[in-house]
Structure formats: structure tokens, C-alpha cells
């Protein structure tokens, strides 16, 4: 079975340090991997995926994760934190065996919160 | 970009009502989702769609069904509402394999 986990409910930074949310998974097979992020009272945005390759993907406004197969992890990064980053943020995954739907487990979400 | 449009931001109905949540997208996206988004518990998927008229169950179906008559439109139906679906609601679409395209969302309040 597909699941993903995010360890912390919140995380705090303060503006211009570097930040990282947690995700890791299970799958069966090779993952799909992917962020989200929910600004207030608004859906989720795509920020970025992984499917195959480059261990290092980069994303939209300034973001990247790291896959790491062998501790399950896809943490999200980015270098200096910006206030406007607050948000809840959402990892998902997929077993690349999956039907073509592409059925996404959603973990449960981390609050970011950038303080100035 | 894609667009993916709920007719409703704020919705308040009535214990036993038959609620309708719509959604339409753009895009001519073969997939479309609804989730239901409750803290601490992230998004749980209610039903999906992968082409017209095709439906499949998700993770909490019950006490929801779907309807999907044209490709651009995925409806979502309490059949009779009750106070523990009170919560905000997620559209999504997406092509083959694609990432969601999310619209903003609709927080029923059943009273």
C-alpha cells in the first residue's frame, strides 16, 4: 500500500535562513513524487515532481527537493525563506504501478510559518 | 493556464438537503478528482473520474456520488447532507499521468 507521511505539523523559520519540510514514503514500486502548496482560503498549487533522473529537482518560486531512495525521502528546500512562503504545504505520492488515473496519496500537510 | 472553476466559495445547507458541488475545467483533461481537505488529516480522495461517464470510487465514498455527463464538468452529490460533511472541498484535474490543476475550493457548512 501507498502512503506518505510529514512528520511536523509546523514549521517555523525566520525570513532569509534556509528551510526544509519533511516527507517521506511508501511504495511498492518506483515513486511519484510531488509538492503542493495552499495559500489561505485557496486550492492547491503544483510546485514540482519527481518521476525519474536527477535526484535534485528544482521548482517554482525558488523551491527544490531532494529525492533520497534508500531513506525514502523527499524533503522540500529552499536556500532563504521569504515571508510570502507561509503557507500549508502537501506531499503526495504515486506507485509508478499504479492505473492510469494516477491516484496521488496526499500527506497531511505542514504549516510553514516565515517570520520577518 | 488551466482553469479549473467551483461554482461555489461558501455554501451552507441543511441537514437531509441534496447538496450539488460543480466543477468545470478547461483544459480538455481526461481526469477529474474531488477531495475533501479536513486538518490534520490532509486531502482525502472522495471520487474520481478518468473519462465520460466513468467513474471509481476513492478512499470515503460514502454518503457522496458523482456525475460526470460531459468531459469539462464533474459534479459532486451529498445525496442527503449531514453535519459531519461539513468541510472544504477540492476539484482537481489532470492529464494522463499529469500533476493536479486544483480549483479554490468550497467550504460547505451543513447545519
Known amino acids: 500500500a501507498q502512503s506518505v507521511a510529514q512528520p511536523e505539523d509546523q514549521v517555523n523559520v525566520a525570513e532569509g535562513n534556509p528551510l526544509t519540510v519533511k516527507c517521506t514514503y511508501s511504495v511498492s514500486g518506483n515513486p511519484y513524487l510531488f509538492w503542493y502548496v495552499q495559500y489561505p482560503n485557496r486550492g492547491l498549487q503544483f510546485l514540482l515532481k519527481y518521476i525519474t533522473g536527477d535526484n535534485l529537482v528544482k521548482g517554482s518560486y525558488g523551491f527544490e527537493a531532494e529525492f533520497n531512495k534508500s531513506q525514502t525521502s523527499f524533503h522540500l528546500k529552499k536556500p532563504s525563506a521569504l515571508v510570502s512562503d507561509s503557507a500549508l504545504y502537501f506531499c503526495a505520492v504515486r506507485d509508478e504501478g499504479s492505473s492510469n488515473t494516477g491516484k496521488l496519496i496526499f500527506g497531511q500537510g505542514t504549516t510553514l510559518q516565515v517570520k520577518p | 493556464d488551466v482553469k479549473v472553476t467551483q461554482s461555489s466559495r461558501y455554501l451552507v445547507k441543511r441537514t437531509g438537503e441534496k447538496v450539488f458541488l460543480e466543477c468545470v475545467q478547461d483544459?480538455?483533461?481526461?481526469?477529474m478528482f474531488w477531495y475533501r481537505q479536513d486538518p490534520g488529516l490532509g486531502l482525502r480522495l472522495i471520487y474520481f473520474?478518468?473519462?465520460?461517464?466513468?467513474?471509481e470510487k476513492g478512499d470515503i465514498p460514502e454518503g457522496y456520488s458523482v456525475s460526470r455527463e460531459k468531459k469539462e464538468r464533474f459534479s459532486l452529490i451529498l445525496e442527503s447532507a449531514s453535519t459531519n460533511q461539513t468541510s472544504m472541498y477540492l476539484c482537481?484535474?489532470?492529464?494522463?499521468?499529469?500533476?493536479?490543476?486544483f480549483g479554490s475550493g468550497t467550504r460547505l457548512t451543513v447545519v
Open positions: 483544459m480538455d483533461h481526461e481526469n
Open positions: 482537481a484535474s489532470s492529464l494522463y499521468q499529469g500533476s493536479r490543476t
Open positions: 473520474s478518468y473519462d465520460v461517464k466513468m467513474k
